[in-house]
């Protein structure tokens, strides 16, 4: 979907999310940009993306009694979870690594100690 006009795209993602299988079809049309959905289905709900795929179709057009269990939009819940701890943890490592010259340099000076 190309974006137009930001006010346009935030009004109707609004509209999208009001229930789960709104919110879960947007964030994974959303996601499939940075992650590898099937990936992600095999990590968390232990499926494969072909059945992930079935079931997001099914909660988030035709609610019907195949969409994803309180269960499952719980297993991918945790997994949001547990990516954006990862994210964070990845965050913090890159904000607290060195440039490579003041890396080297420090590497030459702990050498030096010893």
């Given at each position: 979907?190309?974006?137009y006009n930001l006010d346009d795209y935030l009004y109707?993602?609004?509209?999208?999310?009001?229930?789960?299988?709104?919110?879960l079809?947007?964030?994974?049309?959303?996601l499939n940009k940075i992650l590898n959905i099937s990936v992600f289905s095999k990590r968390f709900l232990k499926k494969p993306q072909k059945w992930?795929?079935?079931?997001?179709k099914?909660?988030?057009?035709?609610?019907?009694k195949t969409e994803f269990t309180v269960e499952e939009y719980s297993q991918i819940v945790n997994g949001?979870?547990?990516?954006?701890?990862q994210f964070n943890q990845?965050?913090?490592e890159l904000e607290k690594a060195k440039m490579w010259d003041d890396y080297e340099?420090?590497?030459?000076?702990?050498?030096?100690?010893?």
């Open positions: 979907m190309k974006l109707w993602r609004g509209q999208c999310i009001g229930d789960k299988g709104g919110a079809s947007t964030q994974i049309t959303e992930f795929n079935e079931k997001l099914e909660s988030s057009l035709l609610h019907t949001y979870r547990e990516l954006a701890r990845y965050a913090d340099q420090s590497i030459k000076t702990e050498k030096q100690k010893t």
